[in-house]
């Protein structure tokens, strides 16, 4: 057990639909990153919060956004979902430099 | 984004073997990650390495950062059936840099 929490652990939703992805870092974790994992492929980055301020953006779509609260907790809003948006999303909590990640169990998000 | 290639892309080998794979890049990685995920499951780190030709152990798993700084190597002494499931390399671009690049894995299976 990382210590990383995701919620839901899978999704079903249609195209054109929003849904939003729950992450709960270590306790005493600034940083959460949130990464995308298609089908038998690597991890793709997406996006970095470091005590609720974005520090990186990667390869992460115009419809979807994230942020990250008060209590460190992020989230993950995918929104006008394509078939091709079905993957696994995994978040990733770090308390110092980004060689140092633990990831969480991840979200199955199938979009029909 | 920045290309790692992996491989093999996938292994078969009989319990007790050993196993060797690689990641190489066009681009020179200041850091350098091993991880392993199993199904249903986030990746767990298993060996960081900071410094070109570092060699670092963990258990039966030795990796190394190649001399170009382009390259890294992990190798498993005497499998197990456990060591089965999908092995990542990630490197990070600079010591400031704030996303991790993956690999496309390599898939182990452990024949008993």
């Known amino acids: 057990d990382s210590g990383v929490t995701q919620t839901p652990k899978h999704l079903i939703t249609a195209t054109g639909q929003r849904v939003t992805l729950r992450c709960s870092p270590r306790?005493?974790?600034?940083?959460v990153y949130w990464y995308q994992q298609s089908l038998d492929q690597g991890l793709q980055f997406l996006i970095q919060y470091y005590n609720g301020e974005e520090r990186a953006k990667g390869n992460i779509l115009e419809r979807f956004s994230a942020q990250q609260f008060p209590d460190l907790h992020s989230e993950l809003n995918l929104s006008s979902l394509e078939l091709g948006d079905s993957a696994l999303y995994f978040c990733?909590?770090?308390?110092?430099?980004?060689?140092?990640?633990?990831f969480g169990p991840g979200t199955r998000l199938t979009v029909l | 984004g920045q290309q790692l290639n992996q491989s093999p892309q996938s292994m078969f080998i009989q319990e007790g073997e050993d196993v060797s794979m690689n990641c190489t890049s066009s681009?020179?990685?200041?850091?350098w990650l091993w991880y392993k995920q199993d199904p249903g499951e986030g990746p767990v780190l298993l060996i960081a390495?900071?410094?070109?030709?570092e060699l670092t152990s963990n258990g039966r798993l030795t990796a190394q950062f190649g001399i170009t700084r382009k390259d890294s190597f992990l190798n498993i002494s005497a499998s197990i059936p456990s060591d089965v499931g999908i092995y990542f390399c990630a490197g990070q671009l600079s010591t400031g840099a704030n996303n991790l690049f993956f690999g496309t894995g390599t898939r182990l299976t452990v024949i008993p």
């Open positions: 390495l900071y410094k070109a030709g």
């Open positions: 306790s005493g974790d600034l940083s």
């Open positions: 990733a909590s770090s308390g110092g430099g980004v060689s140092e990640q633990f």
């Open positions: 681009s020179i990685f200041n850091t």
